[in-house]
């Protein structure tokens, strides 16, 4: 989750607001110390926190109330636009269809530069831009493998050469040979070094003035919280094209100050990383950053994943006619769980979910997510025979699934419950469109409490 400890204390110091009888002054003193707490903790610098609580408290308790508006309502809104104005204001990465556009990535050793070049990739490739990578990092023993098995893994090609020495030459040879195959977006990589913005700087230049880079991308390690003050301030020092990519944001406690801190600089954050896969890189919004820290959700996140994987996994109509008529699968089942899988861990779901992320218990996510894997290891051990006709599954094909993936019998039969009761939901609800929903609110209650990572199914109904 990212950021996970910054928006847990927030979530709680806005909860605690709430649960407040009254919000006075006091109440107001309150939220303002817990919330200075969960940014320090998060490694925010001091005197950032100090302003910002202070603009907090003096706007909570100085501003007239907007109409209709209730004062708990009031102080939250000028929480979430404090915080959002503090991590920075919203700054895009924009193509064009058709025009090539050159990035050239650049970063410390170490900053997770390389990974973050594939990962813009997959980004803009899954938005139907075409892409290719140019490995001008000649310095690195390795670079051209390990961003050619990146590559690989999100389908675009890269250009480079393991025996080059000239990163200058391979940069320009490279990006010369896209722009001939009219490819979209050209994303250059060239070498980390080490404590040395100097060197990165002056090699920077130099491939820049070789290649022309429409935007010069510097990557930063999210993990080293308020010192990434410096390195963003020397980037910008150093050019006045280019943006800032965060990475490393998937629980490090010093992901805020590093947020906050390249923020200071007027540097604009075009993208953070929030997980170790490919897919865990976003643009970044500071408003949708913050209303997933305070556990307001992001539904707007969460519905562009849900296309783009719609998009990869499209059902037929003869499948989805099929599945309507409640002859759901086993297959059908496994396909669905994969599908979810792609959108990212389950945890980072549901925090998108409007009033639901921060108040799910991390324990019941945590079971959660480990019964889903469990179910996709168990599909994976069943016959073509097993996933499309279940009804095949007696004892002794149960006693053998469970040995072959390693679970018990009894979670081979949860499985074939919780499949049977969706079979008969699916069923329930297209044969009485319109009517009453009894008969869901019943199936619904036989589902096992928990079965639903964040939904006390056990009370539906």
Known sequence: MVLEKLGRGLHDALRKLARSTHVDERAIKELVRNIQRALLQADVNVGFVLELTKRIERRALKEKLPP?????????????????????????????????????????????KTTSVAKLA?????????????????????AYEQLSQLGQQVGIEVFGDPKAKNSIELAKEGVKRFKRE???????????????EEALMEEMHQIAEAIEPDEIVLTVDGTIGQQAKEQAAAFKAATDIGSILVTKLDGTAKGGGALSAVAATRAPIKFIGVGEHLDDLEPFVPERFVARLLGMGDIETLLKRIEEVTREEEIKPAE?????????????????????????????????????????????????EEKLKRFKVI???????????????????????????????ADVRELIKQYELMRKLIKTVMKGRGAKFGPIAKLMKQLPKGSLPGFDVGKAG
Do not use: W
Not at 75 to 84: D, F, N, R, T
Not at 331 to 354: C, F
């Open 68 to 112: 209709g508006m209730a004062r708990r309502e009031h102080v939250i809104k000028i929480v979430y636009e404090e915080l959002s104005a503090l991590m920075g204001r919203p700054a895009q990465l924009q193509l064009m269809s058709g025009k090539p556009t050159v990035l050239l990535m650049v970063g410390l050793q170490g900053s997770g």
């Open 182 to 196: 009219r490819l979209e977006l050209i994303i250059v990589d060239s070498a980390g070094r080490h404590r040395r």
């Open 379 to 409: 599909m994976q051990s069943m016959t073509s025979e097993e996933l499309e006709n279940p009804k095949v599954l007696n004892a002794s094909r149960i006693r053998r699934v469970a040995r072959g993936s390693g679970t018990r019998e």
């Open 320 to 368: 989805a006619k099929a599945i309507l008529a409640g002859k759901l699968t086993l297959r059908d089942v496994y396909n669905q769980l994969e599908a979810v899988s792609k959108m990212g861990p389950l945890k980072k779901l549901v925090q998108m979910i409007p009033g639901v992320g921060m108040s799910v218990p991390e324990e019941q996510m945590r079971v959660g």
């Open 122 to 142: 997959a980004h803009f490739k899954k938005r139907g831009f075409k892409v290719g990578i140019v490995c001008a990092d000649t310095f690195r023993p390795g």
